[in-house]
Protein backbone atom coordinates (compact mmCIF):
# COMPACT_ATOMS: atom_id res chain seq x y z
CA UNK A 1 0.00 0.00 0.00
CA UNK A 2 1.30 3.87 -0.21
CA UNK A 3 0.02 6.55 1.87
CA UNK A 4 0.63 9.97 2.91
CA UNK A 5 -0.18 12.00 6.28
CA UNK A 6 -1.34 11.19 8.86
CA UNK A 7 -4.14 7.85 8.90
CA UNK A 8 -6.52 7.88 11.51
CA UNK A 9 -6.10 6.74 15.23
CA UNK A 10 -7.39 3.29 15.78
CA UNK A 11 -7.04 -0.51 16.70
CA UNK A 12 -8.23 -4.06 16.03
CA UNK A 13 -9.66 -6.45 18.26
CA UNK A 14 -8.67 -9.48 16.79
CA UNK A 15 -5.63 -9.13 14.08
CA UNK A 16 -1.89 -8.26 14.74
CA UNK A 17 -0.40 -6.12 12.11
CA UNK A 18 3.02 -6.10 10.08
CA UNK A 19 3.94 -3.21 8.30
CA UNK A 20 7.92 -3.33 6.14
CA UNK A 21 8.90 -0.26 4.58
CA UNK A 22 9.92 -0.33 1.28
CA UNK A 23 10.35 3.28 0.19
CA UNK A 24 9.98 6.31 2.55
CA UNK A 25 10.13 7.03 6.57
CA UNK A 26 7.00 6.65 8.39
CA UNK A 27 6.14 6.90 12.40
CA UNK A 28 4.30 4.39 14.38
CA UNK A 29 2.63 6.92 16.83
CA UNK A 30 1.30 4.92 19.86
CA UNK A 31 -0.20 6.77 22.95
CA UNK A 32 2.85 5.35 24.80
CA UNK A 33 5.52 6.78 22.53
CA UNK A 34 6.25 6.77 18.73
CA UNK A 35 8.84 4.47 16.60
CA UNK A 36 10.00 5.99 13.19
CA UNK A 37 10.56 3.13 10.60
CA UNK A 38 12.78 3.32 6.98
CA UNK A 39 13.08 1.21 4.14
CA UNK A 40 13.95 -2.38 4.75
CA UNK A 41 12.47 -1.73 8.39
CA UNK A 42 9.35 -2.85 9.74
CA UNK A 43 6.66 -2.96 12.82
CA UNK A 44 3.92 -4.91 14.04
CA UNK A 45 1.45 -3.51 16.15
CA UNK A 46 -0.42 -6.36 18.43
CA UNK A 47 -4.01 -7.05 18.31
CA UNK A 48 -5.47 -4.10 20.62
CA UNK A 49 -3.23 -1.46 20.18
CA UNK A 50 -4.12 1.66 19.31
CA UNK A 51 -2.17 3.00 17.02
CA UNK A 52 -1.52 5.90 13.94
CA UNK A 53 0.48 5.41 10.57
CA UNK A 54 2.11 9.32 10.01
CA UNK A 55 4.14 9.51 6.92
CA UNK A 56 7.12 11.60 7.50
CA UNK A 57 7.92 11.62 3.48
CA UNK A 58 5.36 12.94 0.65
CA UNK A 59 4.89 8.84 -0.34
CA UNK A 60 5.40 5.86 1.60
CA UNK A 61 5.26 2.45 0.03
CA UNK A 62 4.80 -0.55 2.70
CA UNK A 63 4.03 -4.02 2.54
CA UNK A 64 1.02 -4.85 4.77
CA UNK A 65 0.52 -8.00 5.93
CA UNK A 66 -2.59 -9.04 7.93
CA UNK A 67 -5.53 -11.16 7.68
CA UNK A 68 -7.97 -10.43 4.47
CA UNK A 69 -10.55 -9.63 6.94
CA UNK A 70 -9.25 -6.67 8.65
CA UNK A 71 -10.60 -3.11 8.44
CA UNK A 72 -8.12 -0.74 7.66
CA UNK A 73 -9.34 1.58 10.07
CA UNK A 74 -9.76 -1.31 13.00
CA UNK A 75 -12.20 0.38 15.56
CA UNK A 76 -13.25 3.33 13.33
CA UNK A 77 -15.77 3.85 11.08
CA UNK A 78 -14.98 6.61 8.61
CA UNK A 79 -14.46 8.41 4.92
CA UNK A 80 -11.41 5.71 4.64
CA UNK A 81 -12.86 2.51 5.59
CA UNK A 82 -12.93 0.16 3.17
CA UNK A 83 -15.50 -2.35 3.84
CA UNK A 84 -14.45 -4.86 0.76
CA UNK A 85 -11.45 -5.74 -1.47
CA UNK A 86 -11.15 -6.01 -4.42
CA UNK A 87 -10.42 -9.53 -6.51
CA UNK A 88 -7.16 -9.18 -8.57
Known amino acids: MKFRGE ?5 HEREDELFLVVQG ?7 TG ?5 PGE ?3 VPR ?3 HCPLALTED ?3 V ?5 TTVNTGNVRNERTVTHL ?3
Open 60 to 62: VHV
Open 48 to 50: GVE
Open 42 to 44: LII
Open 25 to 31: RMRMQFR
Open 34 to 38: DRDIG
Open 64 to 68: LLEPK
Open 7 to 11: FVWHH
Open 86 to 88: KKL
